[in-house]
């Protein structure tokens, strides 16, 4: 009898344990960690700083830089599979951030904010990226779908914990939440160095594969959203892209992302200036709807399955645009910080319906491999973040934060707006 290979042996395991332990991997930690810090924390710590000394046109410029570091995440790809430096890219991007999250707090020059930003989110970014290399370098592609939902769940899971973080200190312990950022990443840095193997084989050809960001939308440093690259060859190939579908929806979704982009990087700030609620409050609000966000993409999938991804993400983005409306509308009322926080909740629980919708479109309307269009749609993510984050300082400057709502509302309504003109394949439409 001949024996068993790892591969035969690791998949008859997993597909024969019931227990969710046989999913989850020790280094799973880090990328709670990495949620906590990258979606959590340094969402609400930076624009809060950058604010107390600066202008909201400078806090716009630290968000932008900050998410910009998106933009190279197929940079660490190619090191790690040329280099088979895994282990060393995890760790040495958690003390990355760590290092410019303790700097960052030193420092009182806009350009230097900068940055910093963008240099210690490109070390969350190079620790993202490696995680999907791990599962998909290592496991056979059976377990490829389910392992990847236990490490978006630890990721929305470290995001939670990160704003609850944030709103037990409140405005006053600003510098402790930097330190408290900074000693999660050098934790997540020895766990990585402890744990995690570099794969022997290299990666093999990735397929679409549907999972969808759990956490909340304006960040762009999940493992999910740094799966898919932009391929330079389909930016090479544009004229086959514009005369699509697609390139309608992606112009679509870039008013959309950046319209709640902007709102989402001067989000505490907004909320302080606009409604008199203390971070704490926010932050506190902000763990509430990420926490129930996550309970909603089951039935978000469901839906989408019923009626099309295409229905399900235009309704979402109206839902959303009308909850930003209402938000600007009620600004100058009194009000109360409960309703504020309720309508929050809405818009940040539509994000569940649309990362789930808006994914599955793109693929649909996709006239190439489903990968690549993914990964051109998560460079428009990221483009748009980077637009909404400078755009809305420049607004909030110009005409005051409560313009900043009014431009959110727009922007995600002209997307929901475009998606009347969308004319879709049957099988994306339903």
């Given at each position: ?10 998949l008859h395991q997993s597909s024969t344990s019931p227990s969710w332990r046989a999913w989850i991997e020790p280094w799973y930690a880090v990328y709670a960690l ?139 312990d600003l510098r402790m939440g930097f330190g408290i950022t900074a000693l999660c990443c050098f934790i997540g840095m020895g766990i990585a160095w402890r744990f ?72 505490p700030i907004v909320m302080q200036q606009v409604f008199s609620i203390a971070p704490s409050i926010a932050a506190g609000g902000f763990a509430v709807a990420a ?140």
């Amino acid at each position: 009898m001949s024996e068993q290979s790892p591969f035969e042996s690791t998949l008859h395991q997993s597909s024969t344990s019931p227990s969710w332990r046989a999913w989850i991997e020790p280094w799973y930690a880090v990328y709670a960690l990495l949620g906590a810090v990258s979606a959590g924390l340094l969402p609400i710590l930076i624009p809060l700083f950058v604010h107390q000394q600066g202008t909201a046109a400078e806090v716009g410029l630290v968000m932008a830089a900050l998410n910009a570091s998106g933009l190279l995440a197929p940079l660490w790809s190619w090191l790690a599979d040329r280099y088979r430096w895994h282990r060393q890219i995890i760790a040495g991007g958690m003390a990355l951030t760590a290092i410019g999250t303790t700097i960052f707090m030193f420092v009182t020059n806009a350009v230097l904010w900068a940055v910093i930003a963008l240099l210690l989110n490109l070390g969350a970014i190079a620790a993202a990226t490696i995680a999907n290399l791990l599962i998909i370098e290592r496991f056979p592609r059976t377990e490829w779908d389910e392992r990847l939902g236990w490490l978006q769940t630890a990721y929305g899971g470290g995001q939670v914990f990160g704003l609850l973080i944030t709103a037990f200190l409140g405005q006053t312990d600003l510098r402790m939440g930097f330190g408290i950022t900074a000693l999660c990443c050098f934790i997540g840095m020895g766990i990585a160095w402890r744990f995690v193997r570099t794969p022997s084989a290299a990666r093999p050809t990735i397929p679409l594969l549907r999972h969808h960001p759990k956490h909340t939308d304006g960040m762009f440093s999940s493992p999910y959203q740094l799966l898919h690259h932009l391929n330079p060859t389909l930016i090479c190939n544009r004229n086959g892209i514009l005369t699509t579908p697609l390139s309608v929806w992606l112009g679509v979704w870039l008013l959309a992302a950046s319209g709640a982009g902007s709102f989402f990087a001067l989000y505490p700030i907004v909320m302080q200036q606009v409604f008199s609620i203390a971070p704490s409050i926010a932050a506190g609000g902000f763990a509430v709807a990420a926490a129930l966000g996550l309970l909603l993409y089951a039935p978000a999938g469901d839906l989408m399955h019923r009626i099309g991804p295409l229905a399900v993400v235009r309704y979402a983005l109206i839902v959303r645009a009308g909850a930003c409306a209402l938000l600007w509308l009620i600004g100058n009322v009194s009000v109360g910080f409960v309703p504020v926080i309720t309508i929050f909740i809405i818009i940040v629980l539509s994000w569940s319906f649309i990362s789930v919708s808006a994914t599955d479109l793109t693929a649909l309307l996709s006239p190439v491999e489903g990968g690549e269009s993914i990964g051109l749609f998560n460079a428009i993510s990221a483009l748009a973040n980077i637009i909404g984050a400078s755009l809305g300082g420049w607004i909030a400057v110009q005409f005051g934060y409560p313009a900043v709502i009014a431009w959110a509302a727009l922007g995600v309504a002209c997307g929901a707006a475009g998606t009347y003109i969308l004319r879709p394949p049957p099988q994306a439409a339903s």
